[in-house]
């Protein structure tokens, strides 16, 4: 840690540069008078880091926490710290372009408000949205009725509303742990998240795209504002805004090490069609750039830094996925080539190549996934016993509970708090009322956590300590909007239901429904069979148990419980009710620190 460049100051200047306005207050509230997002709450930011956080994690936070309007090239401006993400404008001939308008609509209308009071009253004449993740679209409603041109990468849609179809509520209650809403906002609790300071908890929206970039070298114009697009299915889309020499690099390469796979839950990206996209960049768009900005962080201006910048992200992605792989081949793990890894000292004195978002660590754990799979290969790990049967062997092997206590405290001493974690763990899964290994785990937590670099190890290491002390924390639940259900195709419709039925409790159950969606002109049938509900489009002639006719919007109202009156039926209105039976319910707050 000696050895890092705090003398260099460069970031802090790119960070300051271009600055017009504040907002003062820097608290959005919702309709019902609920907070969504303060910034102001990091102002402890300012001071020197403490002994509670790690040097070079608190000075990305004092980075990231600067908010308020700034210019980044003529006519483009951005909206920083309001969210998690920023919200750039670039002005055209009769008003202005956004691109990436936050994650609620709340944030996203004072962002506006903010570029409006100093830049006049002008139009949204255009959305751009450079990625599939809600931190580019959610507040799109707050900008924007959609009466305008809104462009989007290919395949936009079917991507954005994915996760919520298939792991919503695993994915959600993770990111309680990755962005540590629950923590308090102090040198000693949540200090920010990597690529922002977290996520707001507003409005979440989504107006489809009018038209989708298809291709790398496409050109479009809105406004007057001319644009040239390179596809980048690893994160989205880079933009080229040649007029103003400026170019948008939306998640390809931000002031952090980014996730090949995220914490919280997601594919594996691959990292080496990562960096060979980010070498397409550097020739096509480079040589024309003299300001870089991104959907995170702060831009970096000057053609040869652009290019510099870039060209150290782009050998960053490509050595953590040549060395994992080179290192796989000798026959090492995952946890193994993360030990061992260690990036070159050029990448390491680059601010912008160290793991606040991502980290080397679970990056290389990841690249091992895409390739290997969970197994490493050692028969001993192929039939483990789920973690508490686990743990309650091993506390016995370790003498009982209290004798788990006792060398955890050994390995404490000797300073070796993760394999301290290990045992505690154990202890706590085998026995949840062990209220001194509790206790102590907590305390381990906190010191790994205040310890780390990475901000989202951080925060999940301070809220698996919370949780051990307080319990359960409830996610805290931004309000989702009806764009979501709409924008559902009825192939996401169905998937939806399929992963909610109670495997064992349908193993018997054998039933067949049609489904004429009237508006769409399309028939689909489900069939219940083995505990599975498959389904069909344009189905075979066949009598099915029941057959409903229906409108898409009424399927989904159907599917969110409300009644069948509306809905023309022929067949035996008992099929629905026992499908209905076997559907399960997701557990929105389960444990992940206790068994």
Same mark, same amino acid.
């Given at each position: ?10 970031d802090f200047e790119d960070a300051d540069r271009g600055f017009i306005a504040k907002l003062s207050p820097a608290v959005i509230t ?10 102001? &709450? ?6 020197? %880091? ?9 000075? /990305?936070?004092?980075? %990231?926490?600067?908010? !308020? ?11 920083? +710290? ?28 004072? $962002? ?39 462009? $989007?990468?290919? #395949? ?5 509303? $994915? ?16 962005? #540590? ?20 908890? #507003? ?20 406004? #007057? ?8 299915? *690893? =994160? ?6 040649? !007029? ?8 390809? *390469?931000?002031?952090? /090490? ?23 960049? @550097? ?11 991104? &959907? ?6 000057? +053609? ?7 060209? /150290? ?23 193994? @080539? ?14 912008h190549t160290h793991g606040y978002a991502g980290s080397a660590s679970h990056n290389v754990k990841a690249v091992y996934q895409r ?25 016995? %092997?370790?003498?009982?509970?209290? +004798? ?25 899964? *085998? ?18 956590? /205040?310890? =780390? ?6 925060? %999940? ?37 399929? @992963? ?11 039933? *067949? @429904? ?56 022929? +067949? ?24």
């Amino acid at each position: 840690m000696a050895d890092l460049p705090f003398h260099d100051r460069a970031d802090f200047e790119d960070a300051d540069r271009g600055f017009i306005a504040k907002l003062s207050p820097a608290v959005i509230t919702a309709a019902d008078g609920r907070v969504v997002w303060d910034g102001d &709450s990091y102002d402890f930011l300012q001071e020197d %880091c403490p002994d509670t956080a790690h040097p070079s994690l608190w000075r /990305q936070a004092g980075l %990231c926490a600067r908010q !308020g309007l700034y210019e980044v090239a003529d006519g483009v401006y951005q909206v920083r +710290g309001l969210d998690l993400s920023n919200m750039t404008l670039v002005e055209g001939e009769h008003g202005v372009v956004v691109l990436d308008p936050l994650v609620s609509t709340e944030c996203a209308a004072a $962002a506006l408000r903010l570029y409006r009071s100093h830049r006049g009253d002008r139009p949204v004449t255009g959305v751009l949205y450079t990625h599939t993740r809600p931190d580019h679209f959610g507040g799109v409603r707050g900008v924007t009725g959609g009466d305008v041109p809104i462009l $989007a990468p290919d #395949g936009f849609m079917e991507h954005a509303v $994915a996760e919520y179809v298939y792991t919503g509520p695993a994915m959600i209650r993770r990111a309680v742990y990755v962005y #540590g809403p629950a923590l308090s906002r102090s040198p000693e609790g949540q200090i920010g998240a990597g690529l922002g300071m977290t996520a707001s908890t #507003g409005t979440m929206s989504l107006i489809p795209p009018t038209a989708e970039i298809a291709r790398t070298g496409q050109e479009e114009t809105i406004d #007057g504002v001319r644009m040239l697009f390179q596809l980048t299915p *690893a =994160a989205g889309m880079n933009v080229l805004f040649p !007029g103003r020499r400026a170019l948008c690099l939306a998640e390809n *390469a931000t002031h952090s /090490q980014y996730d090949v796979m995220p914490l919280r839950g997601g594919a594996v990206r691959d990292a080496r069609a990562w960096a060979r996209h980010l070498t397409e960049t @550097i020739a096509l768009f480079a040589p024309h750039a003299d300001v870089a900005f991104a &959907s995170h962080h702060w831009p970096t201006w000057g +053609g040869d830094r652009v290019q510099r910048f870039l060209a /150290q992200q782009r050998d960053l992605y490509a050595y953590l996925h040549d060395q994992t792989l080179r290192l796989l081949n000798k026959g090492l793990t995952g946890p193994e @080539i993360a030990e061992v890894l260690h990036l070159p000292p050029e990448l390491e004195q680059a601010w912008h190549t160290h793991g606040y978002a991502g980290s080397a660590s679970h990056n290389v754990k990841a690249v091992y996934q895409r390739y290997l799979g969970w197994f490493d290969g050692n028969p001993a790990h192929l039939w483990e016993h789920p973690p508490r049967e686990s743990a309650l062997r091993y506390v016995e %092997c370790l003498g009982g509970g209290a +004798g788990v206590v006792a060398f955890a405290r050994r390995y404490i001493d000797e300073n070796d708090l993760r394999f301290a974690a290990e045992l505690l763990n154990h202890a706590v899964f *085998a026995d949840e009322g062990n209220k001194e290994a509790r206790d102590l785990l907590a305390e381990v937590y906190t010191r790994l956590g /205040q310890g =780390a670099e990475n901000a989202t190890w951080r925060n %999940c290491y301070l809220m698996g300590a919370l949780e051990l002390a307080d319990g359960i924390v409830p996610a805290t639940s931004e309000t989702t909007s009806p764009d979501f259900f709409a924008a559902l195709t009825v192939e996401q419709i169905f998937d939806s239901l399929a @992963i909610r039925v109670d495997g064992p409790r349908a193993w018997h159950e054998r039933l *067949a @429904i049609d489904w004429y969606l009237t508006d769409l002109g399309e028939r689909h049938r489900t069939t219940l069979s083995n505990g599975a509900l498959i389904q069909q489009a344009n189905p075979p002639d066949e009598t099915a148990d029941l057959t409903l006719r229906l409108t898409k919007a009424q399927l989904a109202g159907l599917l969110a419980g409300k009644g069948v009156e509306a809905v023309h039926r022929e +067949g035996d209105t008992t099929a629905l009710k026992r499908l209905v039976a076997v559907l399960d319910r997701p557990v929105p707050d389960f444990a992940v620190v206790t068994a």
